[in-house]
Antibody
Framework: QVQLQESGPGLVKPSETLSLTCTVSGYSISSGYHWYWIRQPPGKGLEWIGN???????YYNPSLKSRVAISIDTSKNQFSLRLTSVTAADTAVYYC??????????????WGQGTMVTVSS | EIVLTQSPATLSLSPGERATLSCRAGQSVRSYLAWYQQKPGQAPRLLIY???NRATGIPARFSGSGSGTDFTLTISSLEPEDFAVYYC?????????FGGGTKVEIK
C-alpha cells in the first residue's frame, strides 16, 4: 500500500524559506510517476504548486515559479518543496500527491494527509 | 491559464436526492477533467477522471459527463457520507488548475 507523508515546520517567519519533505512508502519513486505539491489556504480552494519525476524533470506554477524549487532524493524515497520569501499569503495546508498514470499532467489519485504551514512572525 | 468555474457554490439537498454539480472551463479542456471530493480535515479523493471514468472504489451513484467546456458531476441519490466539497480539475494545459468548489450540504 503506497502512502505519502508530509513533514516540516508548521510555522515560518515572513521573508524566510518554507521547506517541506514528502516521504513515500510502499513504492520506489525512482520507478516512475510524477510527484506533486498542492496547497490549500484556509477555507479556500486548491492550487497546484509544481511536480517532479524520477528524472528530475520539473514543472512549476508560473505564479510561484520565481520562488519555488522541487527536488527528489531517490535514495531516501523522498521529494521536497522549497518556497522562498514567504508571506502570509503562503499560509496553507500543503499536500504532496502522486499522479494517476505517471504522465505528468494528470489527475491525482494518491495524497498525503496534508500539513498546515502558517507564515507569521 | 484555464479558469474553471463551478456552480452553484453551495447546494442544499436532503439524503436520497439527486445532486447535479457544474464545472465550466474558460476554454476547451477536451475530456481532460477530473472531479474530487473533500471532507473537512481530509485530503481530496479522486472520484472521476477524464470526465466520465470512475476511479477505483468509487460507488456507481457518482457519474461524470461532458466535454469541451461544460462538465457535470451527478450523484444519483445522496448518502449521508456524500455531504462534502467537490472540486473539478483540468489537465489539458499547464498550469494545472482547479475550480473553486461546490459545497453539498444537508438541507
Amino acid at each position: 500500500q503506497v502512502q505519502l507523508q508530509e513533514s516540516g515546520p508548521g510555522l515560518v517567519k515572513p521573508s524566510e524559506t518554507l521547506s517541506l519533505t514528502c516521504t513515500v512508502s510502499g513504492y520506489s519513486i525512482s520507478s516512475g510517476y510524477h510527484w506533486y505539491w498542492i496547497r490549500q489556504p484556509p477555507g479556500k480552494g486548491l492550487e497546484w504548486i509544481g511536480n517532479i519525476n524520477h528524472s528530475r524533470t520539473t514543472y512549476y506554477n508560473p505564479s510561484l515559479k520565481s520562488r519555488v524549487a522541487i527536488s527528489i532524493d531517490t535514495s531516501k524515497n523522498q521529494f521536497s518543496l522549497r518556497l522562498t520569501s514567504v508571506t502570509a499569503a503562503d499560509t496553507a495546508v500543503y499536500y504532496c500527491a502522486r499522479d494517476f498514470r505517471g504522465s505528468g499532467n494528470d489527475a491525482f489519485d494518491l495524497w498525503g494527509q496534508g500539513t498546515m504551514v502558517t507564515v507569521s512572525s | 491559464e484555464i479558469v474553471l468555474t463551478q456552480s452553484p457554490a453551495t447546494l442544499s439537498l436532503s439524503p436520497g436526492e439527486r445532486a447535479t454539480l457544474s464545472c465550466r472551463a474558460g476554454q476547451s479542456v477536451r475530456s481532460y477533467l477530473a472531479w474530487y471530493q473533500q471532507k473537512p480535515g481530509q485530503a481530496p479523493r479522486l472520484l472521476i477522471y477524464d470526465a466520465s471514468n470512475r476511479a477505483t472504489g468509487i460507488p456507481a451513484r457518482f457519474s461524470g459527463s461532458g466535454s469541451g467546456t461544460d462538465f457535470t458531476l451527478t450523484i444519483s441519490s445522496l448518502e449521508p457520507e456524500d455531504f462534502a466539497v467537490y472540486y473539478c480539475q483540468q489537465r489539458t494545459s499547464w498550469p494545472l488548475t482547479f475550480g473553486g468548489g461546490t459545497k453539498v450540504e444537508i438541507k
